[in-house]
T-cell receptor, first 116, second 110 residues
Framework: ETGVTQTPRHLVMGMTNKKSLKCEQH?????MYWYKQSAKKPLELMFV???????ENNSVPSRFSPECPNSSHLFLHLHTLQPEDSALYLC???????????????FGPGTRLTVL | GQNIDQPTEMTATEGAIVQINCTYQ??????LFWYQQHAGEAPTFLSY????GLEEKGRFSSFLSRSKGYSYLLLKELQMKDSASYLC???????????FGAGTRLTVKP
């Protein structure tokens, strides 16, 4: 496979469930990102991992927990979510520190999450 | 912080030209990106500007004026498949920090 892949593509969960979203990048990049995209709102950056260390957390609620075991894989662990967490969750990767357009972020297809 | 503004919706005719504007405010500018996003799909990279001027890529061009905090994406010879949302994104001087506008939904009509 090429590019950035995400599984599952669709997920419906109850507020008491625990689930995980998976992202894998096949581009040899050294940074990975989680974004939340809600209807008619800008993409919201949730987490960034660069060289497998988390370098930014934009005050995301603790019910979202990221994990980055290596530079190619990224997870988002979900527990006790709220209905307002329903959104499209996008993963992206980039090659940091290359400068210019080399830092372009490439996105996966997203996971459409519905919290009941 | 960063404010990024772009029109919510635009409509244009097949074969025509459309310009999508983006204005931004940032404390440390380090590049502006345009992405295309079809409904239910991932954003895909279109263009990148870091210096003032016009960058041309086939039917798509992007312009940047850093002094005015302004960019536009120009789409020529519109095709029906160009109907999508177009996202403007600004990268902060900390290269990992990128902020997106809410997107402009473009509808191309026959």
């Amino acid at each position: 496979e090429t590019g950035v892949t995400q599984t599952p593509r669709h997920l419906v969960m109850g507020m008491t469930n625990k689930k995980s979203l998976k992202c894998e990048q096949h581009l040899g990049h050294n940074a990975m990102y989680w974004y939340k995209q809600s209807a008619k709102k800008p993409l919201e950056l949730m987490f960034v991992y660069s060289l497998e260390e988390r370098v930014e957390n934009n005050s995301v609620p603790s019910r979202f927990s990221p994990e980055c075991p290596n530079s190619s894989h990224l997870f988002l662990h979900l527990h006790t979510l709220q209905p307002e967490d329903s959104a499209l969750y996008l993963c992206a990767s980039s090659q940091v520190a290359s400068g210019g357009a080399g830092d372009t972020q490439y996105f996966g297809p997203g996971t459409r999450l519905t919290v009941l | 912080g960063q404010n990024i503004d772009q029109p919510t919706e635009m409509t244009a005719t097949e074969g025509a030209i459309v310009q999508i504007n983006c204005t931004y405010q940032t404390s440390g500018f380090n590049g502006l990106f345009w992405y295309q996003q079809h409904a239910g799909e991932a954003p895909t990279f279109l263009s990148y500007n870091v210096l003032d001027g016009l960058e041309e890529k086939g039917r798509f061009s992007s312009f940047l004026s850093r002094s005015k905090g302004y960019s536009y994406l120009l789409l020529k010879e519109l095709q029906m498949k160009d109907s999508a949302s177009y996202l403007c994104a600004v990268r902060d001087i900390r290269a990992l920090d990128m902020r997106f506008g809410a997107g402009t939904r473009l509808t191309v009509k026959p």
